[in-house]
T-cell receptor
Framework: AQKVTQAQTEISVVEKEDVTLDCVYE???????LFWYKQPPSGELVFLIR??????QNEISGRYSWNFQKSTSSFNFTITASQVVDSAVYFC????????????????FGQGTILTVHP | GAVVSQHPSWVICKSGTSVKIECRSL??????MFWYRQFPKQSLMLMAT?????????EQGVEKDKFLINHASLTLSTLTVTSAHPEDSSFYIC??????????FGEGSRLTVL
């Protein structure tokens, strides 16, 4: 069975601080996808990143960066110079690899991390 | 870009009534859609996989007679909460699998059962 653990329930930082959200996953699949989503108070899920299990390169997108380490089954998310608008719940999620598999898209979500950025 | 739309965004109903929530893919055909449920301050839990033209596949513990899913066309899946009770109050979110594997989420539907 798949499992995603986000050990940090809540994080509070002051604006301009860097913050890292941890994500650890478990899966028996050899190929899989990892995701991060942002959920603001309005409720809709905002897609941040999808990472293929074959691709362990770290990724940077503006103030966001992701560190994927297959050896430790972790896919951590860092926000640099945080801003008040970053306040939201962040979810890490896992899915079976696409490859035509009918199960692709069935996401197992972590418990979520509530990030509050204070001015 | 691709958009998935849910309707209604929020609904309040009386206990014992049935409520239908629609999930539409607006600019692509989605043979597979997924329905999730989210209780306040909790994570999203997959309820079922909706397949166009066939029966939905429900996750363990989800009552298929309670949560009826119909995927009658390539752009529309519906979730009907039958004989709703206060414990069914929740945030329901759908997602659709795009033609090249992207996943698109709807805006969510907040159900309150009085």
């Amino acid at each position: 069975a798949q499992k995603v653990t986000q050990a940090q329930t809540e994080i509070s930082v002051v604006e301009k601080e860097d913050v890292t959200l941890d994500c650890v996953y478990e899966t028996r699949d050899t190929t899989y996808y990892l995701f991060w989503y942002k959920q603001p108070p309005s409720g809709e899920l905002v897609f941040l990143i999808r990472r293929n299990s074959f691709d362990e390169q770290n990724e940077i997108s503006g103030r966001y960066s992701w560190n994927f380490q297959k050896s430790t089954s972790s896919f951590n998310f860092t926000i640099t110079a945080s801003q008040v608008v970053d306040s939201a719940v962040y979810f890490c999620a896992l899915s079976e690899h696409y490859a035509g598999g009918t199960s692709y898209g069935k996401l197992t979500f972590g418990q979520g991390t509530i990030l509050t950025v204070h001015p | 870009g691709a958009v998935v739309s849910q309707h209604p965004s929020w609904v309040i109903c009386k206990s014992g009534t049935s409520v239908k929530i629609e999930c539409r893919s607006l600019d692509f055909q989605a043979t597979t859609m997924f329905w999730y449920r989210q209780f306040p301050k909790q994570s999203l839990m997959l309820m079922a996989t909706s397949n166009e033209g066939s029966k939905a596949t429900y996750e363990q513990g989800v009552e298929k007679d309670k949560f009826l899913i119909n995927h009658a066309s390539l752009t529309l899946s519906t979730l009907t909460v039958t004989s709703a009770h206060p414990e069914d109050s929740s945030f329901y979110i759908c997602s659709a699998r795009g033609p090249t594997g992207e996943l698109f989420f709807g805006e969510g539907s907040r159900l309150t059962v009085l």
